[in-house]
């Protein structure tokens, strides 16, 4: 039993050894083959330039980049911030259409229409645009025949920080 046992020792040893030797030969002729392909060597990188720095010179005019902006000045015109933002504030006032206006009860609405078609009915006091636009009136103007939609919005300055008022009027679209 211990001669089957080293003779299977033996026997598995050559095996192995001969399995060996033919991977190896392998490997050596994909060596030579991987070398002779070789491409020529890279390029190095070119040398990095010096950096020269440059003295700022800002205009009297421009805000200087280096020295932090004041705190948003409080003014009356201030509008509240945290207040919940209506779903026309979303878009830009330029992308809304006033494409119609509505009667319930005596009261008078105008229909805004979004740029993705969506249809929504506003009325004085509520909020639309992305410059914090209310709605100050909704009438007819008496030299047009057409109603108009006045709109106060309230901008901050970027430089100063200063809440400044300005008006817009979107006039009722005609259906082309």
């Not at 050559?14 to 390029?43: R, V, Y």
């Not at 015109?77 to 494409?99: C, I, S």
């Not at 636009?133 to 939609?149: D, M, P, V, W």
Request: glycine fraction near 6%; charged fraction near 20%.
């Amino acid at each position: 039993m211990i001669r089957n046992k080293y003779l299977l020792t033996v026997m598995l040893t050559m095996l192995l050894g001969a399995c060996g030797k033919a991977q190896e030969d392998d490997l050596t002729q994909f060596m030579n083959e991987a070398s002779q392909s070789a491409s020529a060597p890279i390029e190095p990188l070119p040398q990095v330039q010096g950096f020269s720095p440059k003295q700022y010179n800002a205009d009297a005019a421009l805000h200087d980049p280096f020295v932090p902006r004041k705190a948003a000045v409080k003014s009356a015109l201030q509008p509240d911030l945290n207040r919940h933002k209506e779903p026309l504030e979303a878009y830009p006032l330029e992308g809304l259409k006033f494409v119609g206006v509505l009667s319930k009860k005596n009261r008078i609405f105008a229909a805004i229409q979004t740029p993705d078609n969506m249809v929504y009915q506003v009325k004085p006091g509520q909020y639309m645009g992305e410059n914090l636009g209310r709605i100050t009136a909704l009438a007819e103007n008496s030299q047009t025949l057409k109603y108009e939609l006045k709109i106060k919005e309230t901008i901050q300055d970027q430089v100063t920080g200063e809440w400044t008022e300005q008006m817009t009027t979107l006039e009722l679209q005609e259906h082309q």
